[in-house]
């Protein structure tokens, strides 16, 4: 069991990234388009945080989780339009990206 979550966590923590992002986008579509947006933005800089402090390691599997989360908030998104929030997660992660990378952020790793 532990060899095959071994080989296969990074499409175990799609599907259940992809589930979260299809619950928050439930919650936040139930408000407005407008806390949509921003929820999926934030969601992105979150990411963006995440690519960065692991610039260094094994990358792919983490788009592929971000993917995922994407995908399980177009899924749960039905106010606003898709494109704004794909464009939107995007955006989120490059200027958090941008910002570590430039020194403007800096966190504490424990």
């Known amino acids: 069991m532990a ?12 599907f259940v990234v992809m589930i979260l992002g299809f619950v928050f986008a439930l919650w936040a579509t139930s408000h407005s388009p407008f806390i949509s947006y921003i929820v999926v933005f934030l969601s992105g800089m979150i990411g963006g945080r995440l ?14 989780i971000l993917a995922g989360f994407l995908i399980g908030y ?7 339009n898709k494109k704004v929030v794909i464009l939107l ?3 989120g992660i490059l200027l958090n990206y941008h910002l570590h990378n430039k020194g403007y952020i800096r966190d504490i790793a424990f």
């Open 3 to 14: 060899d095959f979550f071994y080989k296969s966590w990074a499409e175990f923590f799609f």
């Open 74 to 80: 177009l899924f749960g998104t039905y106010y606003g």
């Open 89 to 91: 997660f995007v955006l």
């Open 51 to 64: 690519l960065y402090y692991r610039k260094k390691n094994l990358m792919f599997p983490y788009y592929i």
